[in-house]
């Protein structure tokens, strides 16, 4: 059997590397192909994910390296399908051009709902498929679930356990479908293999950062969760909780998204809070920084990178402002609204003054508290989907304060739904009036009665 492991960035090859060390993909003796895509929005551009810094220490685990992109130019990975009936050519091409002849195949990838994945999946319509998770979306619902034609080819989904104790509910509206973890020690092994590449690329510059805090960028302002302004704010936020804190020097760990506006607005906000801002530019995931330098703080919105710092590297971590994202994205089904959820519930949290405080539920009551407020909030995303979550929704929501559930659902979602908590249908004052004219057995002196009483 011939494996073909689709990656688009470094936190996914180095997932794979993981999975494979720890076994999950059978022994060495097979062939094995990782086929990189680059989704980001110029591809053309930007570095292809071989030419990364530190992409050494993952090519042997792989016998061949291919693009996705160079096959498909100028369409884009990320937008481009196969039309009905070109599927079959496509599926003949292919093989031929990888020499794939007719031996089985077992397709590895990730967001199985979207390009390319789903371009895959559909032009080798007889590949076993094994689905890795991006991060803490797949504690939420399928964005889309996969027609039941591919779903039957799915054997397992694979995640790194960033929420200990809580089981992903990505693609369990198919009960066939087993969940297996990525060991964690795989995982930081893997980190650590391609932490060595850091000092043979010099990307430090000799510079002594052990221990200093950390600042994860996001790009929420290029999703338009919230505005630029705001985003920017966010991070000044962080600076002057960390500077409040009595530190004078702050690592950044930009999104490789992030653009030069927020640096100059970042080393602004740096020098209003008094600190020296270190910005870390390098294409390393910031996993390889955390085995590098061990911040002594890691504070972020709602990244993936505040659970691995927590899970896999026991450091102190600490979200700042994941309230306004939470009442900002739209609409309701949107994938990030559990990483965002997550953030906010059970993540500690950093005041202005730099205190931390305790997350809203303790890691020892996520069994009891988070899993079921996860099930409640992935009906009210993808009802259709999860009917057999309606239950545990309105268990929540019944035993939840008004303030509770405001902060995590929305009144008109739950209205739709037909849920507690739903607005009451009200009536317009016109139709109210006529209804009470016409109701059976008044005489009409009572209407003149009534009609008065209200002009009084």
């Given at each position: 059997?011939t494996?073909i492991?689709?990656a688009s960035?470094?936190?996914?090859?180095?997932s794979l590397?993981?999975a494979?060390d720890?076994?999950?993909?059978?022994?060495n003796d097979?062939?094995?192909?990782?086929?990189?895509?680059?989704n980001?929005a110029?591809p053309?551009?930007?570095?292809?994910?071989d030419?990364?810094?530190?992409?050494a220490a993952?090519?042997?685990?792989?016998?061949e390296?291919?693009s996705?992109?160079?096959?498909?130019?100028p369409?884009?990975?990320s937008t481009?399908?196969?039309r009905n009936?070109d599927?079959?050519?496509?599926y003949r091409?292919?093989?031929?051009?990888?020499s794939?002849?007719d031996?089985p195949?077992?397709l590895?990838?990730?967001?199985?709902q979207?390009p390319?994945a789903?371009a895959?999946a559909?032009?080798?319509?007889?590949?076993t498929?094994t689905?890795?998770s991006?991060g803490?979306?797949s504690?939420?619902?399928s964005r889309?679930?996969?027609?039941?034609?591919?779903?039957?080819?799915?054997?397992?989904?694979l995640?790194?356990?960033?929420?200990?104790?809580v089981?992903?509910l990505?693609?369990s509206?198919?009960?066939?479908?087993?969940?297996?973890?990525?060991p964690a020690?795989?995982?930081r092994?893997?980190?650590k293999?391609?932490a060595?590449?850091v000092?043979?690329e010099?990307?430090?510059a000799?510079?002594d950062?052990s221990g200093?805090p950390?600042?994860?960028?996001?790009?929420?302002?290029?999703?338009?969760?919230?505005?630029?302004?705001?985003e920017?704010?966010?991070?000044?936020?962080m600076?002057r909780?960390?500077?409040?804190?009595?530190?004078?020097?702050?690592?950044?760990?930009p999104?490789p998204?992030?653009?030069?506006?927020?640096?100059?607005?970042l080393?602004?906000s740096?020098e209003?809070?008094?600190?020296e801002?270190?910005?870390?530019?390098?294409?390393?995931?910031?996993e390889?920084w955390?085995?590098?330098?061990r911040?002594s703080?890691?504070?972020?919105?709602?990244s993936?990178?505040?659970?691995?710092?927590?899970?896999?590297?026991d450091?102190?971590?600490?979200?700042?402002g994941?309230e306004?994202?939470?009442q900002?994205i739209?609409?309701y089904q949107?994938s990030n609204r559990?990483p965002?959820?997550?953030?906010?519930a059970?993540?500690?949290?950093?005041?202005d003054?730099?205190d931390i405080q305790?997350p809203?539920?303790?890691a020892?009551?996520?069994?009891?508290q988070?899993t079921?407020?996860?099930s409640?909030i992935?009906?009210?995303?993808q009802?259709?989907?999860?009917p057999?979550?309606?239950?545990a929704?309105?268990?929540?929501l019944?035993?939840?304060?008004?303030?509770e559930?405001?902060?995590?659902?929305?009144?008109r979602?739950?209205?739709?739904?037909?849920?507690?908590?739903?607005?009451?249908?009200r009536?317009?004052?016109?139709?109210?009036?006529g209804a009470?004219?016409?109701?059976?057995?008044?005489s009409s002196?009572d209407?003149?009665?009534?009609?008065?009483?209200?002009?009084n």
């Open positions: 059997m494996q492991f689709v960035t470094f936190y996914g090859a180095m590397a993981a494979i720890a076994g999950l993909f059978g022994t097979q062939r094995r192909i990782l086929l990189m895509s680059n980001t110029v053309e551009i930007a570095a292809s994910l030419e990364s810094p530190g992409f993952l090519r042997d685990r792989f016998g390296i291919l996705w992109n160079e096959l498909l130019w369409a884009h990975p481009w399908s196969p009936q599927r079959t050519l496509l091409l292919l093989r031929h051009y990888w794939l002849g031996e195949l077992h590895v990838v990730e967001s199985i979207v390319p789903r895959l559909e032009i080798f319509e007889d590949a498929i689905v890795y991006d803490l979306m504690y939420g619902p889309e679930s996969p027609p039941r034609e591919m779903a039957t080819r799915i054997d397992q989904v995640y790194l356990d960033l929420v200990p104790g089981r992903p990505l693609l509206e198919y009960p066939e479908v087993e969940l297996a973890t990525v020690d795989a995982f092994g893997v980190v293999e391609v060595t590449q000092d043979a010099s990307v430090l000799d510079r950062l200093v950390m600042v994860i960028g996001q790009y929420m302002a290029a999703l338009e969760i919230i505005t630029a302004e705001e920017d704010e966010l991070h000044a936020r600076l909780g960390i500077a409040a804190q009595g530190h004078r020097k702050v690592i950044f760990k999104h998204s992030s653009t030069t506006r927020m640096f100059r607005a080393r602004a740096a209003q809070a008094g600190v801002l270190a910005v870390l530019d390098a294409p390393f995931p910031v390889v955390y085995e590098k330098l911040p703080l890691v504070v972020g919105c709602f993936t990178g505040l659970s691995t710092a927590a899970s896999f590297y450091l102190p971590t600490a979200t700042v994941a306004l994202p939470l900002r739209t609409p949107n559990i965002i959820t997550l953030a906010d059970a993540m500690p949290r950093m005041a003054n730099g305790p809203r539920i303790p020892e009551r996520f069994a009891e988070l079921p407020l996860l409640a992935s009906y009210c995303m009802s259709s989907t999860y057999h979550l309606r239950d929704a309105v268990t929540y019944s035993q939840h304060s008004e303030a559930v405001s902060r995590y659902f929305k009144r979602r739950l209205t739709a739904l037909r849920l507690p908590g739903a607005s009451q249908r009536y317009p004052s016109w139709l109210v009036a009470r004219r016409i109701r059976p057995g008044k002196k209407d003149k009665d009534s009609k008065e009483n209200k002009d």
